[in-house]
């Protein structure tokens, strides 16, 4: 180890169960976070700081002013200039370790990129905010053998498992089938930032494990807690099921699920068209759209006003659409301003 690698992680390789082996096999190591909201920027915070080697922050979202309240690696700057969060997030990374390598990529994670977009990681960490990304994370890394952890949080309520391929129980052991009807959301039930970063706090000690290879002292259960109402609970999650369609009988459904339909972000009122793959010149589509509202843009995302919509447009010809949860006519907005 470099010495001023020393004086920076001396207080953790003190600590008996990360030394100095484990504090090599961290700069080692290769994480990607899939989603960079809350739960994502708590936990790529934690491991900065602690010295994993590579991280990769997969976000396909920008920043928001809503956002400020519990996203702590973003401040009211990246909000005004509707930075994406994946960008915003590796230039937070950067200023707090120049020593570290953070990649930011402003993507979707689907069937289609996923293989590219995991690739070479040693743990997948789940901060996205929906269970259709979950489900594909957890095809993907039973398939590949590659562990991940599940972390979530809504009000005061936090949950997180570890699934080690193999070894423990899989995220469709534990729910076979996706929770439908009325989920509540950060959008419907508000969240604590001390939640999620409660949540966020057990999923990075969780992966310190993993990584350093201190794998018997992995927690094997789902484990959740309520921190407003004092409750917690934890379900054991120590052997896969041999029934589970997943991990027991190896259909990947998720991860063969190309041409997905729209998805509507929860709750916010707002459509995202993800099918298009068409790369998008932003000062040029700028220039075009002006005569049809507001419009303003940066290297990374376009914003284009036409009341009541807001349409936020990436340079891969995503667009995110608010004011809608139709798809059908987010899709004509699509159509007409940008192309069908
Ligand atoms: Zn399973």
New binding site residues.
Partial sequence: MKPELDERYSRQVLFAGIGLNGQKRLIESRVAIVGCGATGSALASLLARAGVGTLRIIDRDYVEASNLQRQTLFDESDAAESLPKAVAACRKIAAMNSQIVAEPHVRDLRPENIDEMLGGVHLILDGTDNFETRYLV?DYA?KNSVSWIYAAAVGSYAITMNVVPGET??????FPQSPTGALETCDTAGILNSAVNFAASVAATEAMKLLTGAKQQLRRTLLSCDLWRNQRAEVSAEK??AD?????QKEFVHLAGIGRPHITLCGRNSVQIHEHDRPIDLSEMSARLQAHGSVRHNDFVLKFWKEPFEMTLFPDGRAIIKGTTDTAVARTLYARYVGS
Avoid: F
């Fill in positions: 957890n039973v129980a899989c995220l469709s052991c534990i896969p099921r589970c369609r997943t991990c027991g």
